[in-house]
């Protein structure tokens, strides 16, 4: 059986699609499930998990609330426990069958759910993006929402793997929110029917009264290599002399689809470096031939930059291709690979750690701009979708610090 991983690095985060489409760090190549097996017995199970099944039947006995004692769920309640004991919160996880399946489908860029783009501000899930036409859209959602309860549960300092696995679904179901909006003196609630979307990996668009480009990929999906390709022969087309290249809200992808985008901008060199359990290092090289190697070039960052966003935004840094703008980067740095269980749940567990080129360590850390610039309470993020019939004037008198600064930095390097 090919033995693959699964995306290396996330916060499984953050950016967080409301889609079903979640990352869960830097997936490998091939999404070849391994069997789980239940392996050899440890020396000393039967004490070490002797306090378990006691508090188990205590429950089964005692409880008060007998409908609430659903044996199924209390396993998957004690897995997920378990791997949170590691320390890999947001990347190592459990899945459910269901939300297994709705993981394979997003990377296949089969999505479904409510249509809108997350990313962490302040450590809070936080609507990025509402995508036009999209059930979100319709039922009202905003850019700058901020995720206080889904489907009735406080999800404030959850993971936002955990809040988008909460929110995803199949098209026909229901999720229910509750949001904190500024302005707002009381929280607000929406109830929003999922449905199919269909959401590029790669947009761009010419920003006005520039010759630079703004293109942003919002996850490193299966077609995210071949929509960056095309969206780069578009714009050539358009001799357009530098690019704002934004990663803002991307949790992630599978791996070969960072190596593959972030060799399209480097002419040589590694694009980051694995460590397996052992301490054996294996650097990863830049794929020839990529066609974005010498325009001027600078990369927006933030807090929902993960996973492969990251490998990109590191490997550009340490090659001095393109200055960072933004914020920190989440700091989500080991390599997830995919154990199928027995009753078809999964477990995705770090199986290697990953390092930037210059051996940079990103877990826990993240990765630093070179410029840091916050966005400002209550703006938003101008992306390439929504840039159409954008004017010079109205891009000046944007909110989206971020977005000019970067915009700013690469201007002076066009010649």
């Known amino acids: 059986m090919r033995r693959t991983h699964l995306f290396g690095g996330s916060p499984l985060t953050v950016y967080l699609l409301l889609l079903v489409a979640f990352s869960v760090g830097v997936m490998s190549v091939r999404l070849g499930w391994l069997p789980g097996g239940a392996g050899s017995e440890p020396p000393g199970l039967g004490r070490t998990f002797s306090p378990f099944w006691e508090t188990w039947h205590l429950v089964q006995k005692y ?3 007998q409908e609430a004692v659903r044996p199924e769920r209390m396993t998957q309640g004690a897995i997920q426990g378990m791997l949170a004991s590691l320390g890999d919160v947001g990347h190592t996880t459990y899945l459910s069958a269901e939300e297994l399946s709705q993981l394979k489908k997003g990377l296949e860029g089969e999505l479904e759910g409510i ?3 997350m990313t962490v501000r302040k450590r809070r899930p936080t609507v990025m993006v509402v995508f036009a ?7 009202g959602l905003r850019a700058g929402d901020v995720i206080q309860e889904v489907n009735g549960k406080v999800v404030t300092g959850l993971p936002v793997d955990r809040v988008a696995a909460m929110v995803r679904g199949p098209a026909g179901t229901e999720a229910s929110l509750q949001i904190v909006r500024e302005g707002e003196p009381k929280p607000l609630n929406f109830r929003i029917t999922r449905r199919k979307i269909d959401v590029p990996s790669v947009t761009w668009h010419l920003l006005p009264g ?3 480009a703004h293109l942003a990929i919002r996850d490193f999906g299966k077609h995210a290599h071949a929509q960056l390709k095309e969206a780069l022969r578009g714009i050539t087309q358009r001799k357009v002399k530098g690019l704002v290249l934004d990663v803002r809200g991307n949790p992630g992808g599978l791996k070969d689809q960072a190596v593959a985008v972030t060799s399209e901008f480097l002419r040589e060199g590694n694009v980051f470096i694995e460590q397996d359990a052992q301490g054996h290092r294996t650097a990863v090289p830049v794929k020839p031939g990529g066609e974005a190697t010498y325009q001027p070039l600078v990369v927006l960052i933030d807090e929902g930059t993960a996973s492969s966003a990251e490998i990109l935004a590191g490997a550009l840094q340490d090659h001095g291709r393109a200055k960072l703008v933004g914020t920190r980067t989440f700091g989500t740095g080991t390599v997830l690979k995919p154990f ?7 477990v995705l567990l770090a199986v290697e750690e990953w390092f930037t080129p210059k051996g940079r360590q990103i877990w826990h850390k993240g990765i630093a701009p070179d410029i840091e610039v916050p966005l400002p309470d209550g703006a938003t993020m101008l992306l390439p979708g929504a840039e159409t019939g954008l004017t010079a004037e109205g891009l000046a008198k944007s909110k989206d610090e971020q977005l000019l600064k970067a915009l700013e930095v690469v201007q002076k390097q066009i010649r």
């Not at 036409?133 to 039922?139: D, N």
């Not at 199928?340 to 999964?346: C, E, F, T």
């Open 133 to 139: 036409g999209s059930p979100a859209q319709e039922a």
């Open 210 to 212: 520039r010759p630079v």
């Open 340 to 346: 199928l269980l027995s009753d078809g749940s999964a």
């Open 115 to 117: 249509g809108a783009q």
């Open 63 to 65: 409880y008060v609330d």
